[in-house]
């Protein structure tokens, strides 16, 4: 079993393997599980075992097989940034200026041309008149021998064929060089608006319906926060604003076009069999907030109303499977456990979208 650190919260543990910095969410049972193998027992036994004393409808061998995964992953070598690049494109870039989403101004230069559209529509509202040379931070992402080749501040960070994950990694460490003295517990996948007693963060993956409510509330007064990229600071904990147009899938366009008249000439992005475009919103917050609650919304058409308080364990899952990055040190995650465990969340399903901006209109009141 490698060296693990767990900190448990309610039903769910976060792990975290000393060797690699690799994290994990997992269950009370999970957690049994891993320690058997860590001690040599049979993965299928011991899924079996808790099976039958859980409710017996788990499949034994695909939870096992899940569960190895998970350890394989906490007991594999740190992974390390690859040391050199191939050499580099030729030509300009497809995109190279320079952007400020938080308190200081960072050069993106990036070569492919797919890519560099779909960064420059998601961060096209913190676009700067600067002259890019005079900057000194810099992320550049290229692409070579079928990888795109991202660096920070000239050091190589990630290689990979995938673009949503160079688009993601992108995005986060644009986030994270505009605040250079910061420092940080997470990175969420989710949204933040902000009402009087301070911040909803709208959490949840992809097609839940968060965007779309996200929209409906910016349409009825609340700040934008942030949309996707949701850092949250270490010591206060506060939700830090990120000026990145807000994403609005094809399916939510006719719905809030009247709020936001731009988004009918907004250039439609293509990812992952999805048309996406997106808008800046009239009003940002101005600056950090305190998050006030999490909420999971879902969206179901004909959906009666329904706010249901979710144990910080259950939060803790669901924002897992949100995906985003957690800061791996021991004292941020012992930190990020703790505020977590004092966050109110909620699970709120709907199928009138009035209905649900109310509800978290309530949730934001000074006397919630």
């Known amino acids: 079993m490698p060296a693990i650190e767990s900190f448990p919260l309610g039903d769910m543990t976060l792990l975290r393997a000393t060797a690699s910095g690799a994290v994990a969410v997992v269950d009370r049972r999970a957690w049994d599980i891993l320690e058997g193998l860590g001690d040599g027992r049979g993965g299928v036994e011991l899924a079996r075992r808790h099976a039958k004393t859980a409710s017996g409808t788990d ?3 695909l939870r096992a097989a899940a569960i190895r995964r998970v350890w394989l992953g906490l007991a594999a070598p740190p992974v390390h940034a690859p040391t050199a690049f191939p050499a580099a494109n030729a030509g300009a870039p497809a995109l190279d200026a320079v952007f400020c989403p938080g308190e200081q101004p960072v050069r993106l230069r990036v070569w492919p041309q797919g890519l560099a559209r779909i960064l420059a529509a998601v961060t096209a509202p913190c676009r700067c008149a600067i002259d890019p040379s005079s900057v000194a931070t810099e992320i550049t992402v290229q692409r070579v021998r079928g990888r795109y080749w991202l660096s920070a501040g000239g050091a190589p960070c990630l290689a990979t064929r995938e673009p949503m994950l160079a688009r993601s990694e992108v995005l986060r460490r644009l986030v994270l060089a505009s605040h250079p003295e910061r420092r940080w517990l997470a990175v969420l996948h989710a949204a933040g608006v902000a009402g009087p007693g301070g911040a909803a963060l709208l959490c949840g993956s992809s097609g839940a319906g968060k965007s779309t409510l996200t929209g409906m509330l910016l349409a ?4 934008l926060i942030t949309d996707d990229y949701a850092p949250i600071e270490a010591g206060t904990r506060a939700l830090w ?4 147009g807000l994403s609005v899938k094809d399916g939510s366009w006719p719905l809030l076009q009247p709020a936001f008249p731009a988004l009918a000439r907004a250039p439609v992005i293509r990812t992952r ?10 009003k940002w917050a ?3 907030v305190p998050v006030r609650c999490l909420v999971f919304p879902l969206y ?4 009666p109303l329904a706010l249901i308080r ?3 364990g259950e939060a803790l899952a669901l924002l897992a499977r949100s995906g985003g990055w957690y800061e791996s040190s021991s004292e ?15 699970a709120l399903s709907y199928g009138d979208g009035e209905a649900a901006v109310r509800a978290v209109g309530r949730l934001l009141a000074v006397d919630a």
């Open 332 to 346: 941020r995650l012992r930190e990020l456990t703790e505020w977590l465990g004092a966050l109110p969340a909620y």
């Open 286 to 288: 101005a600056g950090p």
């Open 220 to 223: 009825h007064g609340f700040p």
């Open 300 to 303: 179901g058409a004909g959906e």
């Open 310 to 312: 979710l144990d910080p």
């Open 59 to 61: 499949d034994a061998s």
């Open 241 to 244: 604003p990120v000026r990145f």
């Open 273 to 282: 069999q999805r048309r996406q475009r997106y808008v800046a919103p009239q």
